[in-house]
């Protein structure tokens, strides 16, 4: 046994990652003769709050061979790490979120897309995209027992543009008349009701089917088709 003498405070050490999600042992002084209890040995613990988490067989076996033990710094004690929550997410039922193909939104709030080049067709009262909410974080614990907050996920909202319109849970958003739907430059998300054709119909724009008026600024090649409910040039 140590000398009775010594508290055991002289032999051992006890110190915590900077997150108290882990307790480390190790001896500051050792002696050939050394020994304890395990009793002793909780109650060294207890002494720096650790309560949680411990490494139950760790700590018998430190009590059954000390010296195995004295080079070395040893995990006797692990908490359980907070889970922070999950973000809000938008899902869009179409895909426009390539950057090529964006309008862009003009300084006094209107919408230059002229160079959108893929149509999605909708109808007015079509759902668009869906909101899913952020979820809570869960709390973790520290091994001195003590709660460790975890952080909420954020939630995600709706860039509003142009004739969309959302439920009032703004968890789902709607077009509010016929068009195409499209993101701007700035990620707000509209539904036009004319589509333009800054040249000719061929190859590059293909065959054109359109819920609402088209305006094209150049020829319709032979071979190719327009559908729409209106068509201008």
């Known amino acids: 046994m140590p000398d009775t003498t010594l508290p055991l405070s002289y032999y051992l050490d006890v110190t915590l990652s900077d997150d108290k999600l882990q307790a480390f042992l190790q001896f500051v002084n050792?002696?050939?003769?050394?020994?304890?209890?395990?009793?002793?040995?909780?109650?060294?613990?207890?002494?720096?709050?650790i309560v949680y988490g411990?490494?139950?067989?760790?700590?018998?076996?430190?009590?059954?061979?000390?010296?195995s033990f004295?080079?070395?710094?040893?995990?006797?004690?692990?908490?359980?790490?907070?889970?922070?929550?999950?973000?809000?997410?938008?899902?869009?039922m179409f895909d426009v979120d390539n950057q090529s193909k964006r309008p862009a939104e003009l300084e006094d709030g209107t919408v230059d897309y002229k160079e959108v080049t893929s149509i999605h067709n909708v109808r007015k009262g079509q759902l668009i995209a869906e909101r899913s909410p952020a979820s809570q974080g869960t709390a973790g614990r520290a091994v001195t027992g003590e709660p460790l907050f975890a952080k909420d996920g954020k939630e995600a909202r709706f860039k509003l543009g142009k004739n969309v319109?959302?439920?009032?849970?703004?968890?789902a958003l709607y077009a509010a008349i016929d068009g195409l739907v499209t993101k701007t430059d700035r990620d707000k998300i509209n539904v036009f009701p004319i589509y333009e054709v800054n040249g000719d119909v061929d190859y590059n724009t293909g065959n054109i089917d359109f819920v609402g008026t088209v305006v094209i600024r150049g020829a319709v090649l032979p071979g190719f088709r327009i559908r729409a409910a209106g068509i201008s040039g």
Do not use: M
């Open 165 to 171: 319109v959302t439920d009032p849970e703004q968890t």
């Open 70 to 92: 004295f080079l070395t710094k040893t995990l006797i004690a692990s908490g359980l790490p907070p889970k922070p929550g999950e973000d809000g997410k938008i899902k869009l």
């Open 54 to 67: 411990i490494d139950e067989a760790k700590l018998d076996a430190i009590v059954s061979d000390p010296k």
């Open 30 to 49: 050792c002696e050939e003769n050394f020994s304890l209890s395990r009793e002793q040995l909780d109650e060294f613990l207890k002494s720096y709050q």
